[in-house]
Structures are given as C-alpha cells and as structure tokens.
C-alpha cells in the first residue's frame, strides 16, 4: 500500500531539522514484527 506523509512546516524548525526528521520518518515506515509464525513481516 502506497503511503503519502507531508511534513508541514510553520517556519518553526531550520531546515536542517526538518531533514533531519526525514531519516526517521524513512525507518518508522519500514519497521517489521515478527508474526505468529515467527517471521519478519512489514508492520
């Protein structure tokens, strides 16, 4: 499933932290668990 993510910005935050923040973003996205049957699958 596609996923669309906007990070808006209130001119609050440099943009070394907003692209900071992108890096994480990217992880969250991509975490795994582990199912019943004890393999890794997109959470």
């Known amino acids: 499933m596609p ?6 910005d209130n001119c609050h ?3 070394e ?3 900071g923040k992108l890096g994480k ?3 969250f996205v991509r975490r ?3 199912d019943t049957d004890g ?4 959470m």
């Open 25 to 27: 973003y990217a992880r």
């Open 17 to 19: 932290e907003i692209a």
């Open 39 to 42: 393999t890794e699958r997109p």
């Open 3 to 8: 996923l669309l993510f906007i990070e808006v």
């Open 32 to 34: 795994e668990v582990k």
């Open 13 to 15: 935050e440099t943009a």
